[in-house]
Every structure is written in structure tokens, then in C-alpha cells.
């Protein structure tokens, strides 16, 4: 196990890039997802119906 | 051509009937992409031997090759759906031409960031203004560019021309790249693959970037179809038809 990550002494060179690439993909997934959610929260904002003049007054409003 | 074929294929250039169908590729493609680099990585990093010259430093290669077939790929169908947009001003196209940027930077910088790696034990040097290198990295600045050009103009479909010239014409880089190995005697090194010489390599190494190859296609199709839908939602807000992908319950939205 050690001779494999030693990668015949080509550790920092192998695994910077192979880490590299697993790092963007992560980052880029986390990324997607998170501007989903984003958008459908900006949606929702546009459709919910704004609070009710009462509420608003007590300061209770959403 | 049957009439109700012909129905489908509108109905596909439409974000409303796109949505959905972006959202089942995305998962498949996801799936796909995590059982080839699986099977990928396992060659590429225990199964494919040592190389003689290289030492276990060429094994960069299962990821260098196909991070940087995908940048140019990436590029080359970023700049057809922006023609497609540009002729037949759908916004589906854009929105595809727009979701592509991102991926398509990643993939550029992954590229060069890789062969960097790769090119300093092999080389002796991370950098060099070698013609490939130098046109690989003129890819990532025209992604950076079609990116910060679309985020300084509000109005989205004068953005989605804007961004749709700026990416056809810098298309131009993509056969400068390709070539550049045989146009220029540089460091980095001609084709690792070709279509019509013996192979140059052990079996198990081709096998192993074409299956992260195929790998890095798949993956690239999931995130950018993920994309798509994020930008659909974002740019469809008034269309009253997202108001049925929200569930207003758990915020569970699809």
C-alpha cells in the first residue's frame, strides 16, 4: 500500500494532479447543486404572496 | 416524416419539455461517469504497468488526455449551439452554449494544471511557452472570456449574442490547438493516440484513457444538463410553468 502511494517516487507529481481533478469535480458538483437551490429559492420568492398588512405591523411577518 | 415526430423534436428546444428530460441524462450520465472512472482509475492506477522510460509518473496521462480532449470538445459544441442560437435565436441553445462555459474552463485548467504535473519530472519544467501549452491556455482565458463577457451585460438575450460571436470566433483556437504539435517543433509531444498508425503503447494504458475518456464525456454531459436546468429556473422565472416544479412543503424541488 505504501509502494502505491509512493508511486515509484512520483507521489507529489501523481497525486497534485489526480488531487487536482478530484477537487474540481467536487467543487463543480457542490457548485451545480448549489445554484439549483439558488434558483429555486429566488423562484419561490417571486411566488410566495407577499405577508399580510397585519402581520407586517407586529413585526411577525416571514 | 410522421407528423408527430416532427412535434417531439420542437417540443426538445423548448426549456418547459427540456427540463424534465435534462433532469433523467443528468442522473444516468452521473451514474455512468462513477462506474467508468471507477474502472478507469483501477486500470490506469494499479492494472496498466509501469512505463520503462517514465517511471509511474506517466500514469498523469488517464487524466491529462482526456481533461484536455474535453476542453477542446467542450469548446467546439459550445460554439455550435452558438450558431444554433445565433441562426435560429432559440433560447434553449443559448442557455446549452452558456452552461458549457463553466465545464469547459474547468476542463481547460485541469489540462494544463495536470500536464504541468506531468511535465516536470518528464520535462524538467512545469511551464514552457510551448505552442500547445500556450493555445491550451488561450482556451481558458476565451471560457473566462464568454463567462465575464455574459456577466456584464444584464439583458440576457443581448448576452446570449454577445457570448455567442465571442464563442464562434474564438473556435478558430480549437484547430490551432489540435495542430499546433505538428505545425510547431516544440516540447510537448505529438498525438498519443491515432486512428491510422500501430498503436505506440501497451494495450492496457489505451484501454485505460479511453475508458476515463469516456469517463470524462459522461460527466461532463451530467453536470452540464444540471446546469442547464439551474439556468432554466433562473432565467424562466415568469414563465408560469416552474411554478409546478416547486413543492412548497419540504422545499424538495426537482
Redesign the interface.
Known amino acids: 500500500m505504501a509502494d ?1 502511494f509512493a ?4 507521489a ?3 497525486w ?3 488531487g ?2 478530484a477537487v ?2 467536487g467543487v ?2 457542490a457548485a ?2 448549489a ?6 429559492d ?3 420568492m ?2 410566495e404572496p407577499p405577508p399580510s398588512p397585519a402581520l407586517a405591523r407586529t413585526g411577525d411577518a416571514r | 416524416m410522421p407528423p408527430s415526430m416532427a412535434l417531439n423534436w420542437f417540443r426538445l428546444s423548448s426549456p418547459v419539455s427540456f427540463y424534465p428530460i435534462a433532469g433523467a441524462w443528468s442522473y444516468a450520465f452521473a451514474v455512468l461517469a462513477a462506474l467508468l472512472a471507477g474502472i478507469g482509475l483501477v486500470i490506469g ?2 492494472i496498466a504497468p ?1 512505463d520503462a522510460t517514465q ?3 506517466y ?2 496521462i488517464f ?2 488526455v482526456p ?1 484536455a480532449w474535453m476542453a477542446m470538445f467542450i469548446y467546439v459544441v459550445m460554439a455550435g449551439w452558438s450558431a444554433l442560437a445565433l441562426g435560429f435565436n432559440t433560447r434553449l441553445s443559448a442557455m446549452m452554449a452558456q452552461a458549457l462555459a ?2 469547459g474552463a ?1 476542463m481547460a ?2 489540462a494544463l ?2 500536464g504541468a ?2 511535465g ?2 518528464t520535462w524538467g519544467t512545469y511551464w514552457a511557452w510551448d505552442a500547445r501549452m500556450t493555445s491550451t491556455l488561450i482556451l481558458l482565458f476565451l471560457y473566462l472570456g464568454v463567462i465575464a463577457l455574459r456577466s456584464a451585460i444584464e439583458d440576457p438575450r443581448r448576452a446570449d449574442r454577445a457570448c455567442a460571436v465571442l464563442a464562434i470566433v474564438g473556435a478558430v483556437n480549437v484547430p490551432i490547438i489540435y495542430f499546433s504539435v505538428q505545425w510547431w517543433n516544440t516540447l510537448h509531444q505529438g498525438s498519443s493516440i491515432s486512428l491510422t498508425a500501430a498503436p505506440r503503447m501497451a494495450m492496457t494504458m489505451l484501454a485505460g484513457i479511453l475508458v476515463m475518456t469516456a469517463a470524462a464525456w459522461c ?1 461532463a454531459i451530467s ?1 452540464v444538463l ?2 442547464v ?3 432554466i ?2 432565467r424562466e ?1 415568469g414563465a408560469g410553468w ?2 409546478s ?2 413543492d ?1 412543503r419540504v ?1 424538495d ?1 426537482r
Open positions: 502505491f508511486m515509484g517516487g512520483y507529489w507529481y501523481v497534485m494532479a489526480y487536482a481533478v474540481v469535480v463543480e458538483i451545480v447543486r445554484r439549483r437551490r439558488r434558483a429555486f429566488a423562484l419561490r417571486s411566488l | 492506477l494499479w509501469t517511471g509511474d509518473a500514469r498523469i487524466i491529462h481533461t463553466p465545464t474547468l485548467a485541469l494544471w495536470t504535473f506531468w516536470r519530472p460527466y453536470v444540471a446546469r436546468q439551474a439556468i429556473v433562473e422565472r416552474l411554478e416544479l416547486i412548497w422545499g424541488d
